[in-house]
Structure formats: structure tokens, C-alpha cells
């Protein structure tokens, strides 16, 4: 085993026998070797335990840890617990790297000196080899934004945001784990789209960011995902969760609150609102739905001065439903206008 580690790579795999081994051949390909691999089985029921242990038996710095099933958070943290490299990363067990990305990532870090860098993305269908590398408007990964050589990590996540040029994703973030062990950084367990609170609290705590302007990363768009998929409800709740441990982090850091708090518990605000806009008539109605929405109206109220979209929306649902019907016409007209 070795014991110059510099980066710990994180592995939650759940049911991915048919991408797993393309994901780990992209890791044994890897020109930077002095790193760990930990692989963590979230209590697959297909043969994914098997082509990890492949990989294991061959590696002796590749490590398989078995799990109830728990989650892709509860996974992840999972190998936090057991990293012991100066980097961590985060690798989805149905994507797969460059061969020299970790080589990349890791030299920028240590000659910049950084916390975390930040980088890009291909992005395919699944079943073809079709690699887009496109911005956020066409489902992308590509920083449109001009940065400075690095910034602090609230800086950085200001100007991301107002730039329409933030990634939450935690596959695309490369970290110095002392950040991450210093304030006792976990992901949260049991919501969806867990990384846009992780990646939001782990980037406001660093102090110097910088981006890679590099696609390293093949991202596949599944049908299946775990994320695509249509319980309004339920990402509503995790959203809503996310918005009050939001509230919570920022408590602990007014420093952060300043500069961007109201942006981050209105973009949790915003994506419960398009959520609730693809919900059917029942779903939007329901009490638990209803009870969502009065939950984190005091966080608008502190963080927003319930204004924007959602003060339309507490006021009148209908009104609510017009009012975004308005802003699509308006939009469509200021495209065909261009």
C-alpha cells in the first residue's frame, strides 16, 4: 500500500455493472500514480461487487468496502471516512476521466498552492460517442465567465452564480481534504441533488479557487439516473432541507451570509418553484407540498425580503401561474428578437 498519497479517489457504486469497469479502467490509466482508490458498494444487488474486487485484487491501492444501501451521499462519506490522500475527488461510477486528469488537476493545485480547482466536462447520451463540450444553457459544462487566476471560494461562488456559470457538481471540484476534515464537511444524507449543498458550504470554505478551463471529465446522461427522476415531491424536499441547512451553515459563518446567503437560499427557492411548476394539479395542491413551502417561507422572508417570483407565489397561486406564463412569453419574444 502506498503511503505518499496525494489524492483519494471516491467511488460509490450502486447497480453499475454495465459502466463500472469503465469508469475503473479510466482510473488504472491514470498518469499520476501516487494515489488511493475506495470503492464503495452501496449494497448493489447486480454484479458490481464482483468487477470491483476484480480491480482491487489487481491494485493494492484500490480499496472495496461493502455497505447497506444508503444513498450516494451516505456512500461518499462513507470513503471520506477511510481517505487518507492530500486531494480528494469524487468519481460517479457510470462516468470516467481523462488519463492525465488527475495529473493535471493535482499540478495546478500544489503550484498555485489552492484548496480546490475546479474544472469541465464532455458530456454524451448514453449508447454513443457523441462528446459535446457546451455551457449551462445547452445542458453543459463550460465556464463563459472571465476569472481571475484564483479567487476565495465566496468570490468565486458570487461570481459564478451571477455569471449563470455555476456547477454544483462535486465530480468537477478537485480538494485539499484538510479543508473538508478541518470543518467537518459531510454530505447530507437522504435528499436528492445532495451536491448543491455540499459543493455550496465546501467552496465557501476555501480560501483560494481556481478553474481548469479543460473538459477532463466524461459525464453520461442516463435515463435512469436517480436524479432525472419525477417525485416533484420529494425534490421539493430535499430542496427545502437544503435551503434550512443552508440556514444553519450560515449562522455558523456571517462572514459568508454577506456576501452571498441571499443568493444561495434563492437559487433553493427558484428550483422548488420550477419544481412545483412540473408538478400535476394534485401534487401541487397536496399538504405536503403546501407544508414545503410554508416551511422555508421564513427563510425568504429573512434572506430575500420575500421578494422576486416567490413573493407572487405566496401571494396567489394563480396569480403565480400567470405571472410565469408572462415571463415565457416575454422570453420567447426577446429570443425571436435577437
Not at 460517442?129 to 472571465?146: P, Q, R
Not at 456559470?165 to 470543518?183: A, G, H, Q
Request: include cysteine.
Amino acid at each position: 500500500m502506498k503511503t505518499d498519497i496525494k489524492v483519494s479517489v471516491i467511488v460509490p457504486a450502486y447497480n453499475v455493472e454495465q459502466y463500472l469497469s469503465e469508469c475503473l479502467d479510466s482510473i488504472e490509466r491514470q498518469t499520476l500514480k501516487e494515489i488511493e482508490v475506495i470503492i464503495v458498494n452501496d449494497g448493489s444487488k447486480d454484479n458490481s461487487e464482483v468487477i470491483a474486487k476484480k480491480y482491487c485484487n489487481r491494485n493494492e491501492n484500490y480499496k472495496l468496502i461493502n455497505r447497506d444501501n444508503g444513498g450516494l451521499s451516505a456512500a461518499r462519506n462513507t470513503g471520506m471516512s477511510e481517505a487518507r490522500g492530500e486531494y480528494i475527488y469524487f468519481l460517479d461510477s457510470d462516468d470516467y476521466l481523462a488519463d492525465d486528469a488527475l495529473e493535471k488537476l493535482y499540478k495546478k493545485a500544489k503550484e498555485e498552492n489552492l484548496d480546490q480547482v475546479r474544472f469541465v466536462a464532455y458530456t454524451f447520451e448514453d449508447g454513443t460517442n457523441d462528446y459535446k463540450w457546451t455551457g449551462i444553457d445547452e445542458g453543459g459544462y463550460k465556464y463563459s465567465g472571465n476569472y481571475p487566476n484564483y479567487l476565495s471560494g465566496i468570490n468565486f461562488y458570487k461570481q459564478a452564480i451571477d455569471n449563470n456559470d455555476y456547477y454544483p457538481s462535486c465530480c468537477l471540484i478537485f480538494t485539499r481534504r484538510k479543508v473538508i476534515e478541518e470543518n467537518n464537511l459531510r454530505f447530507y444524507e437522504g435528499i436528492l441533488h445532495e451536491d448543491n449543498l455540499f459543493n455550496f458550504e465546501l467552496t465557501c470554505l476555501c480560501d483560494r479557487v481556481s478553474i481548469l478551463h479543460e473538459p477532463l471529465y466524461y459525464r453520461r446522461y442516463r435515463t435512469d439516473s436517480i436524479v432525472k427522476g419525477t417525485n416533484w415531491i420529494e425534490k421539493n424536499r430535499s430542496m427545502c432541507i437544503s435551503a434550512e441547512e443552508t440556514d444553519i451553515f450560515l449562522k455558523k459563518h456571517p462572514y459568508i451570509t454577506a456576501v452571498v446567503g441571499e443568493q444561495q437560499i434563492k437559487l433553493f427557492t427558484l428550483m422548488m418553484l420550477n419544481n412545483w411548476e412540473h408538478m400535476n394539479k394534485k401534487e401541487q395542491n397536496s399538504h405536503e407540498s403546501q407544508i414545503l413551502f410554508d416551511r422555508i417561507k421564513p427563510l425568504v422572508v429573512k434572506y430575500m425580503n420575500g421578494g422576486g417570483p416567490i413573493k407572487v407565489f405566496y401571494i396567489s397561486k394563480p396569480l403565480y401561474r400567470l405571472y410565469i406564463g408572462v415571463v415565457k412569453i416575454v422570453g420567447r419574444m426577446r429570443h425571436l428578437l435577437k
